[in-house]
């Protein structure tokens, strides 16, 4: 941590100065997207990333229904419109055919989304190749919400990469923190550019207060950015805990009747963020009674996210599909899978789910 010491010896406790940009160059670093801009959050960023895209009020955003509503809530205050898409149901990643199949349709219509926004739901990586072909197709950009998957890859390429832009969280939950922030990444310098104008009140460059447009403060505190650089050095330890944390519970539940994980994309990996129990019908075991009876013994446990398209605020948004999401919404459960969980404390898990489980 004495970069932390550092930044605030050097007086630099602002979102400006070298511990900041030296958080993005490890962001860049591990990710291979040589053009980074490190902001308040991880929502912040998207909301830079919607602004850069040219969002307009009235434009259709696209993404995947099961996912946090961070994904979509700027877009929604910039007035607009999104369209949700179902999952495959056994990566639970947004439905690239059927993205495909709703591009050429929207194509014939004449009404394209501004952007596309796949999610690498519980750090699993899309399949971006197919994804940018899909949507390269019709001219559409796409903006990854990579907020979960810091350390996941596909092929040899960070997850995130290939897109217009893409958007991670160093939120306190994430794999690695900040305590709080976020990061827009990019190939595109021009972007980041225009990101980093926005995010700093869209002062324009020189000594004088200029601003040709209404920007945001969304930069990241030197303090935390000092937290972050110390924590990017343990991304790779990080990811392989969860990897193995996730391995030994799909070794030691598999044999369940009903029960499954998510699986890696083709060529991915995962960074197991989340591990994913899913308790299929052949169970006949609800989710919720399941995640009761952990409670009742200590062991809080987590439902998988609300598809969007049953959310309130997004009632009457068209949806492609939805019925896989909320089938996995109805069935899945995250266990515990923080990094410092230990071999112990896992037994513990497992020991309770397989005696809940009805035999
Ligand atoms: C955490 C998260 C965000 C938002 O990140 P914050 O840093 O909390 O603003 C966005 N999308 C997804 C999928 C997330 O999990």
Not at 72 to 84: D, E, F, N, T, Y
Not at 88 to 108: F, K, N, T, V, Y
Not at 313 to 332: K, M, N, S, T
Request: proline residues 6%; neutral net charge; contains cysteine.
């Amino acid at each position: 941590m004495h970069q932390l010491g550092e930044a605030l010896g050097a007086g630099w406790v602002a979102p400006a100065g070298p511990v900041p940009r030296a958080f993005e160059a490890a962001i860049s670093e591990a990710t291979g997207l040589p053009h980074v801009l490190a902001t308040s959050s991880g929502t912040a960023a998207l909301h830079l990333g919607f602004r850069t895209l040219g969002l307009e009020a009235g434009d259709e955003v696209w993404t995947s229904t099961l996912t946090f509503v961070a994904t979509i809530a700027p877009a929604l205050q910039m007035g607009a419109k999104v369209r949700l898409f179902d999952v495959d149901p056994a990566s639970g990643l947004m439905d690239i055919e059927l993205l495909r199949q709703e591009l050429a349709a929207a194509a014939r219509r004449g009404r394209l989304p501004r952007v596309v926004v796949p999610v690498d739901l519980y750090g699993s990586p899309v399949d971006m190749p197919a994804l940018r072909d899909a949507c390269d197709a019709w001219g559409v950009p796409v903006l990854s919400d990579s907020a979960e998957a810091m350390g996941a890859s596909l092929g040899n390429r960070h997850a995130g990469a290939g897109a217009r832009a893409a958007v991670f969280s160093f939120n306190g939950n994430k794999i690695v923190t900040a305590g709080g922030g976020g990061a827009l990444a990019s190939d595109d310098a021009r972007l980041i550019e225009d990101a980093r104008r926005l995010a700093n009140h869209a002062k324009e460059d020189g000594p004088l207060y200029q601003h040709d447009s209404a920007g945001y403060a969304y930069g990241m505190s030197s303090v935390l950015a000092a937290v972050g650089l110390a924590q990017m050095v343990v991304l790779d330890v990080r990811v392989q805990a969860r990897r193995a944390i996730h391995a030994r519970y799909r070794a030691a539940l598999s044999d369940l009747p009903g029960a499954s994980f998510l699986a890696e994309p083709p060529g991915g990996r995962a960074n197991r963020w989340l591990t994913v129990l899913r308790i299929g019908p052949e169970a006949r075991l609800h989710r919720d009674t399941l995640r009761r009876a952990l409670d009742a013994a200590g062991i809080e446990t987590r439902a998988v996210f609300k598809p969007l398209h049953l959310q309130p605020i997004l009632r009457g948004a068209p949806v492609a599909g939805g019925a896989q999401a909320a089938a996995l919404f109805q069935e899945g459960l995250c266990l515990p899978s923080g990094s410092a969980l230990t071999r112990e404390e896992q037994s513990r898990v497992i020991a309770a789910i397989r005696a809940a489980w009805p035999s």
